[in-house]
């Protein structure tokens, strides 16, 4: 993505750290800059000034998705606090600025020491960033999907994996496995073929995270019926 000026900064700055978060774009587009903490590498999402699910609060630490991806992060905020002297409660994520311009029509002129109001822009951003890229758009929540196949596939224990689904800001990990754990289409073929190739027992972590899942479906069934809720 182009970085000639502070908008395309931004726009860079906000499709990396949605893939190093997974935070939504409602939270995004409240996040404050005192909400980043670059030492501890860490997003305090706090309900009470942030805009997540349910109201709820908790801690996103940065997902292991590249030095290059953290580092853009990390600059923007540098460019926030050092160059352009922002504070704590300023935006993490300023709105653009409109002003008139030289041809007596409203131009772009920089940044807005103010929040975006909707997430409409937000989508914008990311859509014209793919069809610049020559990319079929993908929005915002897809890199949540995106970070739940990865953990997926690098997680080897049940704990390792309820870190990851509660960084998510998950209740459980059966979350992401119900809304965000679909096979591709093209990886759900490479695993039918190699089941039918000789291969050694499966690792016992793998087994642990199945016996987990077992648990969990067992136990919210168990919760359901005694409820009364078996929708």
Not at 39 to 68: I, L
Request: glycine share 6%; proline share 5%.
């Amino acid at each position: 993505m182009p970085t000639g000026t502070e908008i395309e900064r931004r726009n860079q700055a906000l499709i990396a750290f949605t893939v190093l978060t997974g935070a939504r774009d409602s939270a995004i587009a409240s996040m404050k800059l005192k909400h980043v903490d670059l030492v501890a590498s860490r997003v305090d999402q706090d309900a009470r000034e942030v805009n997540t699910k349910f109201s709820k609060t908790f801690e996103t630490f940065f997902f292991p998705v590249g030095d290059e991806i953290r580092a853009i992060v990390a600059d923007w905020v540098t460019y926030l606090r050092e160059e352009k002297l922002w504070g704590n409660d300023d935006p993490l994520f300023p709105a653009t600025r409109v002003a008139p311009g030289t041809g007596c029509q409203f131009e772009v002129s920089g940044l807005e020491r103010k929040h975006w109001s909707t997430t409409s822009p937000i989508r914008k951003i990311f859509r014209e960033a793919f069809e610049k890229a020559g990319l079929a758009y993908f929005n915002p929540h897809s890199f949540r999907n995106t970070l739940v196949q990865l953990g997926l596939k690098i997680c080897k224990s049940p704990e390792e994996f309820k870190a990851w689904s509660q960084n998510l800001g998950h209740e459980s990990p059966m979350t992401a496995f119900r809304s965000y754990g679909e096979v591709a289409c093209q990886r759900q073929g490479e695993i039918i073929r190699e089941l039918a190739t000789p291969r050694e027992p499966v690792r016992s972590d793998f087994s642990e995270i199945a016996k987990a899942v077992v648990r969990e479906l067992r136990d919210s069934r168990m919760e359901m019926h005694a409820t009364g809720d078996d929708t």
